[in-house]
């Protein structure tokens, strides 16, 4: 089966042909005008995506050697992300599909993370714990089995890559800022100490490290950029690695994969690998260019799911809220 997969959950216009011996095409297109106004702009966003659907369509097509004739399967992202962007991407979808006469199928763009992961590990098989670190998410899920997933933590307030990105903007570095972070914090010699979050049970909270680490750039503004990159990511990851410590202690899980957007940071990585050998685990990474938002994961989570479930109604709506995974009431925050 040959799946063509649409993402536009956000700020990037992504088109991906994956067929069963593998991905094909994977294009990205980044919109660089958000780094103008220090986030992203929904309203630019949005017309972005709707210049640039074509043409990478037609590019994926030629990339792969095929023609849309050859797709047997149209896959998009129906959310969470950005409403005015997500109807670009989900309307362009089925347009496509009935247009050419193939089945639909929407993807919740959490899930296709999550299948970012096993697209990266063929041999990786449930039960596993997932940790999704992004901008817009952190969250703790259990893969039990094949669309079998419980939220057993989550964010309280703001996601570790939004506090990555709004204290880099702070220092001046621009937007997004997660990657000149992570390449000052290697040149520090004094990492800032900054306080480590601790909420109840599994969940996460990056609103108090946010402004922990404003205060402190205010207390001590001639400290280097790069010491306070390194106590920021410092914070940031040691309060990911303890959820995930706990975690595999308590539901007694052996396999941990790390998916998102931050999980391409090689410090992050480095401290979960010493956790898996110290705790008892072994990690699972995906690809780097399957972290970010990219379509190859939809079009893996669709293909999955139009398998088990058939194709998806063509008046399914846009959602710019709600996870792929049941959250228990004993473990609502």
């Known amino acids: 089966m040959i799946t063509l997969g649409i993402d536009t959950s956000c700020d990037d216009t992504s088109v991906a042909v994956l067929g069963d011996d593998g991905v094909y095409a994977n294009l990205v297109s980044s919109h660089l005008i958000h780094a103008e106004f220090g986030g992203v702009v929904p309203e630019f966003a949005s017309r972005a995506h709707t210049k640039l659907l074509y043409p990478l369509l037609e590019l994926a097509l030629r990339t792969a050697g095929i023609s849309l004739d050859d797709i047997d399967l149209v896959a998009a992202t129906a959310g969470p992300g950005l409403i005015g962007s997500l109807l670009c991407g989900l309307s362009f979808g089925k347009a496509l599909a009935q247009a050419s006469g193939k089945p639909f199928i929407a993807v919740n763009h959490l899930e296709g993370h999550i299948w970012s992961l096993l697209l990266s590990n063929p041999s990786l098989r449930p039960a596993f714990l997932a940790l999704l670190v992004s901008g817009g998410h952190t969250e703790l899920i259990m893969v039990r089995d094949s669309f079998d997933y419980t939220e057993i933590g989550a964010t309280l307030d703001d996601a570790c890559g939004e506090a ?33 979050p601790n909420p109840k049970g599994l969940d996460f909270s990056y609103s108090g490290l946010k402004t922990a680490a404003r205060n402190y750039l205010t207390a001590n503004p001639a400290t280097p950029a790069a010491d306070l990159s390194a106590g920021l990511q410092e914070a940031a990851f040691d309060h990911l690695v303890d959820r995930v410590s706990r975690a595999v202690k308590e539901f007694d899980v052996r396999q941990v994969g790390v998916v998102g957007g931050v999980a391409v940071n090689n410090r992050l990585r480095e401290k979960l690998s010493a956790a ?28 999955a799911r139009f398998g088990t479930f058939g ?7 846009a959602f710019d809220r709600a996870s792929f995974a049941e959250r228990p009431a004993s473990a609502a925050s």
């Open 276 to 303: 898996g050998r110290k705790v008892g685990f072994e990690l699972y990474l995906p690809l780097p260019e399957l972290c970010t938002d990219n379509a190859a994961m939809i079009a893996a989570a669709g293909r």
């Open 164 to 196: 990555l990105d709004k204290v880099g903007k702070l220092m001046g570095l621009g937007y997004p800022a997660g990657a000149a972070v992570e390449r000052l914090a290697v040149r520090a010699e004094s990492p800032a100490a900054l306080p480590r």
């Open 311 to 317: 194709p998806s109604a063509f008046d399914v709506p």
